[in-house]
């Protein structure tokens, strides 16, 4: 079994939907919880993170952890066409020293205008 | 502009061929580290360096070579390519005390024949 899991997709809604991309986890030891988009052709880069459960938001992005079931979340309200990337969740343990990140496999997103 | 380039972007080779992919980062960070990225395994660390002549393994790093002389560089040496090292490769970096914040390169696709 993977340490984090995540729904492939791909997964096609219309502009201005609210998205809900997802990502399950089997470490218990996870305390840092990330999100990076990756755009076509492009490398990774962080959208936001969240620390221990709880919800943060920015601007159309909320990033919501429950720690308790192990599961968390990426919302995106009114999603634009710009939306359409590959969702990567990533993880990691709060005392490591190497701050080593696991991630997901990736959702892809195509919102169609 | 504050980036990490990757060289090449592209590269198709024959098995047993030695290639170095370079990886250069001018953000001044020490923590270093190359991923690959197949479908359906999501992005996994090869090998990651916290500062100058300081490497160790990441989770798939057989075949692989790294080296840390200078702290903007942190060239992946595959001494003999085989047709599984196929992949998408991405070289990150990040300031240490910042664990969540990875800025990856663009990528290198690398097809081994």
């Known amino acids: 079994q993977k340490e984090v899991e995540q729904d492939p997709g791909p997964l096609s809604v219309p502009e201005g939907a609210i998205v809900s991309l997802n990502c399950t986890y089997s470490?218990?030891?996870?305390?840092?919880f990330m999100w990076y988009r990756q755009y076509s052709r492009k490398g990774p880069e962080l959208l936001m993170y969240?620390?221990?459960?709880g919800n943060k938001e920015d601007g159309r992005f909320t990033a919501q952890v429950d720690k308790s079931s192990k599961y968390i979340s990426l919302f995106i309200r009114d999603s634009q066409p710009s939306d359409s990337a590959t969702y990567l969740c990533?993880?990691?343990?709060?005392?490591?020293?190497?701050?080593?990140?696991?991630f997901g496999q990736g959702t892809t997103l195509q919102v169609k205008p | 502009e504050a980036q990490v380039t990757q060289n090449p972007r592209y590269l198709i080779t024959v098995t047993g061929k030695k290639l170095t992919v370079t990886c250069s980062q001018n953000?001044?960070?020490?923590?270093m580290s190359w991923y690959r990225q197949d479908p359906g395994l999501g992005l996994r660390q090869i090998y990651y360096?916290?500062?100058?002549?300081?490497?160790d393994k990441g989770d798939v790093p057989e075949g692989y070579k790294v080296s840390r002389k200078e702290k903007r560089n942190f060239p992946l040496i595959l001494e003999s390519p085989s047709p599984n090292q196929t992949s998408l490769y991405f070289c990150?970096?990040?300031?240490?005390?910042?664990?969540?914040?990875?800025?990856f390169g663009p990528g290198t696709r690398l097809t081994v024949l």
């Open positions: 990533a993880m990691r343990v709060g005392s490591s020293n190497t701050g080593k990140l696991i």
């Open positions: 990150a970096s990040r300031p240490s005390g910042r664990p969540n914040e990875q800025f």
């Open positions: 360096s916290m500062n100058v002549e300081v490497t």
């Open positions: 470490n218990s030891a996870f305390q840092y």
């Open positions: 953000m001044n960070h020490e923590y």
């Open positions: 969240t620390y221990s459960s």
